[in-house]
Nanobody
Framework: QVQLVESGGGLVQAGGSLRLSCAASGDTICISAMGWYRQVPGKERELVAM???????NYADSVKGRFTISRDNAKNTVYLQMNSLKPEDTAVYYC?????????????WGQGTQVTVSS
């Protein structure tokens, strides 16, 4: 299995920036894609950004042009640079690694890190 540890959340004013980090350990050879989801109380968890081991990325429309996902494969770490933050970006952000049929592992989630954007 893969273990994920996030860091970098906090409180920031609207228009500010934060960078989230997520370090993976365990069966890291089984990791293909890595990404970030977020969730607010009463709503479903939603995809924010995802990147594959080959470097392709995709973003939620709501964050395109403001957030950038990047990955250091040597460190098994994924980052989310968040710029021009808005109050509606306030959520708990979760790091995510999909399961691997090759390795027979399930999906992995981080513990979550709170991001709060004040207006």
């Amino acid at each position: 299995q893969v273990q994920l540890v996030e860091s970098g959340g906090g409180l920031v004013q609207a228009g500010g920036s934060l960078r989230l980090s997520c370090a993976a350990s365990g069966d890291t050879i089984c990791i293909s894609a890595m990404g970030w989801y977020r969730q607010v109380p009463g709503k479903e968890r939603e995809l924010v950004a995802m990147t594959t081991s080959g470097g392709s990325t995709n973003y939620a429309d709501s964050v395109k042009g403001r957030f950038t996902i990047s990955r250091d494969n040597a460190k098994n770490t994924v980052y989310l640079q968040m710029n021009s933050l808005k109050p509606e970006d306030t959520a708990v952000y979760y790091c995510y690694v999909p399961g691997s049929r090759f390795c027979h592992t399930g999906a992995s989630w981080g513990q979550g890190t709170q991001v709060t954007v004040s207006s």
